[in-house]
């Protein structure tokens, strides 16, 4: 089993719609949590850090289920600019040098 | 300016040459992390390192090694590149004590 797993997509919607990404991972012991956006051939960047009690970024929300090893990504009134790889990012537990662990991403397309 | 450069962008080799691909940074982060990106298989940590001279191997060490001789630059080298080697190379950098980390613009290496 992976440590981070994620649906590859592609979700393809229009603009406009609001859309989800879900996210599991297998270390129960895992610290910290974390949505990355990556556009084609370029760097990731932080898109949010997530939290227990699920929190907002605009048109982003993000939530956590510790119970089930779950996140998920919801983005609502989507833009074009959306358009993009989401990589679901695990911290593994305190000690193991605080080390990432990247999901293989979701893509979404926007369309018009 | 960028806060984390690689050089160079692009590099095309040969089997059996030595590769040196070279990060540098001006965020003064102490921590500096190696990963390769291959599609389908997300990024994954080659090294890293959380000081001058501290070096620490990641998940796929094998057939790469690095040198930090400055807080600044964090070098990764191949001492005879093989075609499963091409792949999509990114620097990252992350301060003492959090864990957001920010990449670099990726070097695209391919091994004929």
Redesign the interface.
């Known amino acids: 089993r992976k440590e ?1 797993e994620q649906d ?1 997509g592609p979700f393809n919607v229009p603009e406009g719609a609001t859309v989800a990404f879900n996210c599991t991972y297998s270390n129960s012991a895992s610290q ?1 949590f ?1 949505w990355y956006r990556q556009d084609c ?6 898109l949010m ?1 997530v939290y227990s009690s699920g929190n907002e970024d605009g048109r982003f929300t993000a939530q956590l289920n510790r119970a089930s090893q779950y996140i998920s990504l919801l983005i609502r009134d989507s833009k074009l600019s959306d358009s993009a790889t989401y ?1 679901c990012v695990v ?1 593994g537990p305190t000690g193991g ?4 662990t ?4 979701t893509q979404l397309k926007v369309e018009l | 300016d960028a806060d984390v450069t690689q050089t160079p962008r692009n590099r095309i080799t040969k089997t059996g040459k030595r590769i040196m691909l070279e990060c540098s940074q001006t965020k003064g982060h102490d921590r500096m992390y190696w ?1 390769r990106q291959d599609p ?6 080659i090294y ?1 390192s ?1 000081d001058v001279k501290d070096i ?1 191997k ?1 998940e796929i060490s094998d057939g790469y090694s690095v040198s930090r001789q400055a807080q600044a630059k964090f070098s990764l080298s191949l001492e005879s590149a093989i075609p499963n080697q091409t792949a ?1 190379y ?1 620097c990252a950098t ?1 301060r003492r004590g959090t ?3 920010y ?4 070097t695209r290496l391919t091994v004929l």
Do not use: H
């Open positions: 981070v590859p910290s974390f051939r370029k760097e990731p960047k932080l850090s990589l911290r040098g605080n080390k990432l990247f999901g293989t991403g | 990963y389908g298989l997300g990024l994954r940590l890293y959380f620490n990641g999509l990114f992350a864990d957001t980390q990449f670099g613009p990726g």
